[in-house]
């Protein structure tokens, strides 16, 4: 490591010291809590016991589970010897989650129980992996505690800001996911990004709800640790248990996706359970749930832009400030708006959305043709349009026709993922699947679908067809069937017609 670098595991370091004896974990399904200077010598142990078993600078560490204090170890103890974490979505079905495990190639990979039994069937279909180990107790993989073992010191390694840190797979454009390679200076930027627009400090308590294989939850997670904050985890949020915990240890912040929020007030109105500690909340949600948490607390809610690309952040503002917009440029990224040549577009007008700085990632893993397209001119190009008003304020305006994109719940769908599985169905002959607005999730996804002449297809039964192949959260909320799909003089579907045309929620 160099004068100049600085990485995840070296603030680890500095907590141990600014902040030992406070607390930095708590594990809520049991009790667990660590200190900064216990956090660190579990850190260093695991180092130990993975350079133990031959891991080395630039191996991947795949972890296949949900929220717990081993997981943001295996983060910790990776920085440490500058391997590479690949957080699997545990909501993918197994096929999507087997290709981005032999995407990144992962040496090592950690699983839930629950998960377990889905990996030793494919066990066959992953040749890097050479050990397998549990990520929770009870497990029939090899035991966590046998990397534990070890208090030898770790051999230091060279690990620089810009080394890749973790990858963290896209949605599905043009049919397969792509791996975002995220580096230790795109994480320590965005901690001091979400530190000042909060105002973060060790008085805070974040409420750790969103999965760590998410950009945001992972942020979120390392930015209230590095604040000296402490860090309330949640394994699968609940809103009834996240309330309760908002009152038991005093919860300052936390990151939502709706319907999280919306679960949360109505979990404190049926419970009673304060939420007044709330201070401030980022996300996406709308307005009514925006009023209705302010009111409820006196806090602010904090509007942003931002994809995995960008390590999580672009734009971010007070949602009052400008209600309806994502807020302004964040103080180390430039971002502005540009035509289909690349020109810069004036306020008011659309354009696409690029940006350059710090915040953005290193490239598409192993795709190079990829990363020099998205990085071309200098910029990165997010696929995303907005507009900017004539004080500064983004408005998100959708995606470009080629890289559509629905987020229901804050993921990430791209309609062509699902149509792909849709056409697999004997009786459907062809579909157009696009966003449409949903009361719970803020977007929801519809399939409009012609099927093949003769044939009868329950919506439901379509339905549980898309969620048996891929994950559950890219099934469709609505399905339509008509008897024709609107053409353009050259034959193909007229998408836009289509929108159009049935845009309501059937």
């Not at 600085?6 to 004896?21: E, P, S």
């Not at 349009?385 to 998100?396: A, I």
């Not at 056409?423 to 009361?439: I, R």
């Not at 891929?470 to 909320?477: H, N, V």
């Amino acid at each position: 490591m160099g004068l100049h670098d600085l990485t995840l595991y070296d603030v680890i370091c500095r907590n141990a010291v600014a902040f030992g004896k406070a607390w930095a974990w708590m594990e809520a399904d049991d009790g667990r809590r660590l200190t900064f200077r216990e956090i660190k010598e579990s850190v260093d142990r695991l180092a130990a016991g993975f350079q133990g078993i031959g891991l080395k600078k630039g191996d991947r560490i795949g972890v296949f589970g949900k929220n717990n204090l081993e997981y943001f170890l295996i983060y910790g103890a990776a920085a440490a010897i500058g391997a590479i974490v690949l957080p699997v979505n545990w909501r993918l079905s197994a096929e999507e989650a087997l290709f981005n495990l032999n995407d990144a190639t992962p040496q090592v990979l950690f699983v839930d129980p629950q998960f377990q039994e889905t990996i030793q069937k494919h066990r066959h279909r992953l040749p890097s992996i050479r050990a397998f180990y549990n990520l929770r107790p009870g497990g029939a993989f090899s035991d966590w505690d046998s990397l534990m073992a070890d208090p030898a010191d770790f051999q230091k390694v060279d690990v620089a800001t810009d080394d890749g840190f973790v990858i963290i797979h896209t949605a599905a454009v043009a049919g397969r996911p792509r791996g975002a390679l995220l580096s230790h200076g795109n994480v320590l930027c965005a901690d001091m990004h979400l530190n000042l627009c909060f105002g973060l400090s060790s008085s805070d308590v974040h409420l750790n709800l969103l999965p760590l294989f998410h950009v945001g939850g992972l942020f979120m997670a390392t930015n209230a640790f590095h604040a000296g904050a402490l860090n309330v985890n949640m394994s699968k949020f609940d809103a009834q248990k996240a309330v309760f915990l908002i009152e038991q240890e005093n919860v300052t912040v936390f990151f939502e996706f709706p319907p999280i929020l919306s679960s949360i007030l109505e979990a404190h109105q049926k419970t009673g359970k304060s939420i007044r500690s709330v201070r401030a909340v980022l996300g996406l949600g709308v307005p009514e749930t925006i009023q209705a948490f302010q009111e409820a607390t006196g806090g602010t809610f904090y509007a942003m832009y931002g994809q995995t690309e960008t390590s999580c952040l672009a734009t971010m503002g007070r949602y009052d400030d400008r209600p309806g917009s994502a807020g302004k440029i964040i103080p180390l990224s430039d971002v502005r708006l540009v035509d289909e040549d690349d020109n810069p577009v004036p306020p008011g007008r659309v354009g696409e959305i690029v940006m350059k700085g710090p915040m953005v990632f290193k490239g598409y893993w192993n795709l190079p043709e990829d990363t020099a397209h998205a990085f071309r001119g200098g910029w990165h190009h997010t696929g995303d349009l907005g507009r900017f008003d004539e004080d500064g304020f983004l408005f998100y305006e959708g995606r470009k026709a080629e890289k559509e994109l629905i987020k229901p719940g804050g993921e990430n769908v791209y309609p062509a993922e699902v149509e792909k599985v849709i056409l697999q169905h004997p009786d459907v002959e062809s579909v157009v699947v696009f966003g449409v607005p949903d009361p719970k999730w803020k977007e929801g996804i519809k399939a409009v679908c012609r099927l093949k002449g003769g044939a009868a297809l329950d919506p439901e039964a379509l339905i549980r067809f898309v969620g048996e192949r891929i994950a559950s959260y890219k099934k469709p909320q609505y399905v339509e069937f008509v008897q024709e799909l609107p053409t353009k003089p050259d034959g193909s579907v007229d998408r836009a017609r289509v929108k159009a045309m049935y845009g309501g929620t059937r």
